[in-house]
């Protein structure tokens, strides 16, 4: 079993950065790919992006594209997600995730195929 706690949520100008964090706790020693999703209002919850467990494959979508980073320090269980260029639809609420074994879920971006979620951190971006 794991827990996840996400991290770094916050209002920035459109253009800026922030750096969530999630970290992990439990049975760390497995297997787990982790997986970055949001969830706008009114919107349904999509992938942004993934990293496997070795650190070795990462996936974006499409829309974060070579602004948003996924990393992990497996010392630390902690995955983080770096965002820049930040646009006013990036606003969401951010969630990461947990995939236990080696599979499709979070490296497609399917929601409904991971095992563990955190609670979520908001990210707002205005001016």
């Known amino acids: 079993q794991l827990q996840l706690v996400e991290s770094g949520g916050g209002l920035v100008q459109p253009g800026g950065s922030l750096r969530l964090s999630c970290a992990v706790s439990g049975f760390t020693s497995g297997y787990y790919d982790i997986g970055w999703f949001r969830q706008a209002p009114g919107k349904e919850r999509e992938g942004v992006s993934c990293?496997?467990?070795?650190?070795?494959?990462?996936n974006y979508a499409d829309s974060v594209k070579g602004r948003f980073t996924i990393s992990r320090d497996n010392a630390k269980n902690t995955v983080y997600l770096q965002m820049n260029s930040l646009k006013p639809e990036d606003t969401a609420v951010y969630y990461c995730?947990?995939?236990?074994?080696?599979?499709?879920?979070?490296?497609?971006?399917?929601?409904?195929?991971?095992?563990?979620w955190g609670k979520g951190t908001l990210v707002t971006v205005s001016s």
């Open positions: 990293i496997r467990s070795s650190g070795g494959e990462t």
């Open positions: 995730a947990a995939e236990t074994s080696y599979g499709s879920s979070c490296i497609f971006g399917y929601a409904s195929g991971m095992d563990y």
